[in-house]
């Protein structure tokens, strides 16, 4: 059974940082790219940063600037460091991993269970 496992979130005040942890746990080939998307109340979820497994990244505009997104392959482990963060960050924060090559050659695409990060003074 492989698995994205979040740890990190929490409340902080307008101008903290927090950081978010993603591990992939279980049995796979292989995992390309992975990432964080984010879902406000009322709001469609939306990619907050991605990372693939040679380094090449993107943000939304949004958290340029502000956020970094970083992993180690061998750990299968994905971290958003998030500064300067703003209430309108406030969301359940959910890793994801598009494409999951498993040992019985299928892909997967896997879901954390989303981490609340809630920024408010």
């Known amino acids: 059974q492989v698995q994205l496992v979040e740890s990190g979130g929490g409340l902080v005040q307008p101008g903290g940082s927090l950081r978010l942890s993603c591990a992939a746990s279980?049995?796979?080939?292989?995992?390309?790219?992975m990432g964080w998307y984010r879902q406000a109340p009322g709001k469609q979820r939306e990619l907050v940063a991605d990372?693939?497994?040679?380094?090449?990244?993107r943000y939304v505009d949004s958290v340029k600037g502000r956020f970094t997104i970083s992993r180690d392959n061998a750990k299968n482990t994905v971290w958003l460091q998030m500064n300067s963060l703003k209430p309108e960050d406030t969301a359940v924060y959910y890793c994801?991993?598009?494409?999951?090559?498993?040992?019985?050659?299928?892909?997967?695409?896997?879901w954390g269970q989303g981490t609340l990060v809630t920024v408010s003074s």
């Open positions: 994801n991993a598009p494409r999951v090559f498993t040992i019985s050659y299928r892909y997967l695409e896997l």
């Open positions: 279980g049995a796979f080939r292989n995992i390309n790219t």
């Open positions: 990372i693939t497994s040679s380094g090449g990244t």
